[in-house]
Each structure stands twice: as C-alpha cells, then as structure tokens.
C-alpha cells in the first residue's frame, strides 16, 4: 500500500541519518523531526507492527483464499509375503506359498475447489479487509510513537531551559553576593545577610547539579523511545516552538473519518460480518475437481503373472452437500452474529472514548494557551522587579530579603513560564495524533 512504501522510504532515509549521527561527536544537535526519524527505523513498537502489517500483506493472496489448485508429487512403495491359492474355472487349483509382492507407484495430483458456496470470495475480501486493518494498526503505532517521540524530546529540552533559568538564577545571586560583600567589608551590611546570600546561592548551584542529573534521565528515556544506546550523546535545540492555531469545529467534524483507533475498529466490525457471510455459505454445496497422472509397477514371484505395470492419468469430480452436521454451522452463525454484535458496541465505545480525548485534549490546549499568555507577561514583570531589587541593594536602599524574594518569584515564573510551554506543546501534539496529522 501507498503508506507501507511510505514508511519504507522514510525507513531509508532515516538509516541514512542514522549513519551519520553514529559517527557524530557529542554536540551534534538533533532537531525533534530528526529525533521522529530515529524512532521510525530502530522503534521496537513500529518494527513489530511493520512486520505484523506486513504480514496480513503475504497471507492477502488468492491462494489463501483457497481460489488455486494444489499440486503435489506423491509415490508410495511397498513389500509383502503371503500365500496364495488359485482355482480356474474348471475347477483346478493352484497353491502358491511364499509369494512376494513389491509395488512402486508414483504420481501427479492436483485438487481444486471450483465452487464452495462462493466462500472463497467471501475469505478473499476479508484477507483484503485484514490487510487493510493491519496498515491501521501500524499507523496507530506509528502516530503513537512520534507522539512519544516529541513528548520526551520536548521534556529534554524543558529540562535543559530550567537549567538555563538556574544559571540565570545563579547569576543575580552571584552579583547579590558581591555587592553584600562589598557592603560587609564597608560596614555597610550585616554579616548573617552576606551569609544567607552565599546560603541561596549555594543552593541553586546544587539546584543546577541537580537539574543536570534530571537532563541526563530525561535523554535516557528519550533514547529508550528512539531505540538507541541509553547512553548515545547528543544536543536538543534550546526553545520549544509556540502551538499552531486549532479549529475545534473541523477536528469534531473529521475525527471520525481520520482517527485511526476509529478506523480499527470500524475494520473490526467489516472482518467479523465478513466471517459472518463466510460461516452461512459453509451450508452450500462444495464441488471439487481432482486429476492425476501415475505410475505403477508390481512385481510377484511364484505367481502366474511376472508383472504388473500401470500408466495413464486419472480424473474425479466430487459434489459435497451439507446434510447434517450436528448444528456445528447454526453454532458458528449465531456466535459470530454475537462477535459482530460486540464488534460493533466496541466500535462505539471506541467512537465514545476518542471523541472525549479529543473534547479533553482542546480544552487542555486552551488552558495551557491561556495561561502561557499569562505567564509571558508575569515573568517579564518578575524579571525587571529582580533587576529593580538588585539596583536598590547597590543603593542600600532595600533588604537583602527582599531581593531573596524577588530572585524566588522569577525563579518560579520561570518553572511556570517552561511548563506552560511545554504542557501547550504536549497537547497541541495529542490533538495532531487524534487526527492522525504528525
């Protein structure tokens, strides 16, 4: 199909890049669609949904729908002793004792269902019905893993911008610790506040030790996704892009036409009518053709006939009507009847369940959106009052505790500000899977 040769290119291209990030040193950047292309040629999850696709590609064929003939070569050879006793018409009789008896035969044979009740039809649509659903399940596979994909690289990269906001952080204490210094050493300032201004300083250096260490966990659990090396080196960009504008109305409108768990499951309900109609055409008559072409040679001894050699083809056609079969076949009907029932609740419960993912995943986006905004104007708010408290303290016109609070309150806008970006990209992400756009 069009989206397996799809994957394979991607798959080729990605083997390419691969080659040239195993040999990059450990400052090669990796960007998040790179990061994709990883994943969709070493992803334990997508491999085994690619082979199983592929798969119900193979079995997709005429003869396993039971529509060719079968050829096979057949001989048999065998020995016997008895003993043996003739009697003409005339009434005489001839005793043959330890007469032996060696048969060879070998052979052509072909079988052929011509017509089963149109069953055969019936198996080929649903192989092409199974084929189909397995290239949906691997696109839900695939959909699921980009998802993971960008979810663990993006957190890379909040990681990375909380260190940064740390450094920062360290920075404002570091310029803090000077000027109490200064103002110690002139009488200016009390001691314990140039001791709590080393304190909170030291304590965001054991705060960026630490957020280094949360770094290095967040790439291990990125490349556990990617299927690399838990330990392979490399560097995500610094920013995370902003979320692309949504249209609620056209989402709802396509879901149910795009959503790939929707999709599954309708293929669900197609497969299992399928096996319905294949189970009602078993009560129809079977007609079958077998041919052959053979050779056989029997040899005897004490025997009034030396040998025995027959050659030539044969032919056979057979007719089988279902009479009675203990109910086995009304058995089957009624429980697929019951298979196709369940199928279909599953398929609503399905339709039920992405419809709220997706009513869920709109209203997170716009929560996220709406305090982003927020949040961009209160840390530029943060950020100058530190500034303003750090002058002040030049100036001793403030307390050191209040710059303490100043550096606090950006420190955690910060926090908020890479987390609002973050959780906006996150669902700006599941509302592209839902509707199967990565």
């Given at each position: 199909?069009?989206f ?45 949904a ?10 997709n064929?005429?003869?396993?729908a ?8 057949i ?36 079988n ?9 039809f ?23 893993t ?28 570091t ?11 002139a ?12 304190i ?60 790939t ?15 319905l ?18 050779i ?143």
């Amino acid at each position: 199909s069009e989206f397996l040769k799809l994957i394979a290119m991607r798959t080729i291209l990605s083997i390419i890049f691969l080659t040239i990030f195993s040999v990059a040193n450990a400052q090669t950047v990796i960007t998040v669609d790179d990061a994709v292309k990883i994943a969709l040629a070493k992803n334990y999850g997508i491999l085994m949904a690619r082979n199983d696709a592929e798969a119900t590609r193979i079995n997709n064929s005429l003869g396993g729908a039971g529509m060719l003939p079968s050829v096979s070569l057949i001989g048999s050879g065998g020995y016997a002793i008895s003993d043996q006793k003739q009697t003409a018409l005339d009434g005489t009789t001839k005793k043959y004792n330890g007469t032996t008896t060696t048969s060879l035969s070998t052979g052509v044979e072909l079988n052929w269902t011509l017509f089963d009740g149109g069953k055969m039809f019936v198996t080929k649509q649903k192989l092409s019905e199974i084929e189909s659903l397995g290239e949906l399940q691997l696109k839900d596979q695939v959909l699921s893993t980009q998802y993971d994909v960008i979810a663990a690289y993006y957190n890379v990269v909040r990681q990375k911008q909380q260190l940064a906001s740390i450094n920062e952080i360290i920075k404002y204490n570091t310029e803090r610790v000077k000027i109490l210094q200064t103002s110690f050493n002139a009488g200016l300032a009390a001691k314990n506040s140039l001791l709590q201004a080393k304190i909170d300083l030291n304590v965001y250096k054991e705060n960026a030790i630490s957020q280094q260490y949360n770094i290095n966990t967040a790439k291990k659990s990125l490349n556990l996704i990617l299927g690399v090396n838990a330990d392979t080196l490399y560097e995500v960009v610094d920013s995370i892009p902003s979320g692309n504008p949504i249209n609620k109305s056209e989402m709802v409108q396509k879901l149910f036409d795009v959503n790939t768990s929707i999709l599954s499951s309708q293929k669900q309900v197609d497969i299992a009518k399928l096996a319905l109609k294949e189970y009602k055409r078993s009560r129809l008559p079977i007609i079958s053709f077998n041919a052959g072409y053979s050779i056989s040679k029997k040899d005897y001894t004490n025997w009034s006939s030396k040998q025995n050699i027959a050659l030539g083809p044969d032919f056979q056609g057979t007719i089988s009507i279902p009479l009675y079969q203990a109910g086995r076949i009304n058995r089957q009907v009624s429980t697929q009847k019951l298979e196709v029932e369940t199928m279909n609740y599953n398929l609503e419960n399905v339709k039920q369940m992405v419809s709220t993912d997706l009513s869920n995943a709109i209203t997170d986006y716009e929560y996220q959106q709406n305090m982003l905004e927020i949040e961009k104007e209160n840390n530029l708010l943060t950020k100058e009052n530190l500034e303003i408290s750090i002058q002040r303290l030049k100036q001793g016109e403030t307390t050191t505790l209040e710059v303490h609070q100043a550096q606090d309150d950006y420190m955690q806008s910060c926090t908020r500000l890479i987390s609002f970006e973050y959780n906006l990209k996150v669902a700006e992400t599941k509302l592209r899977q839902l509707m199967s756009t990565l």
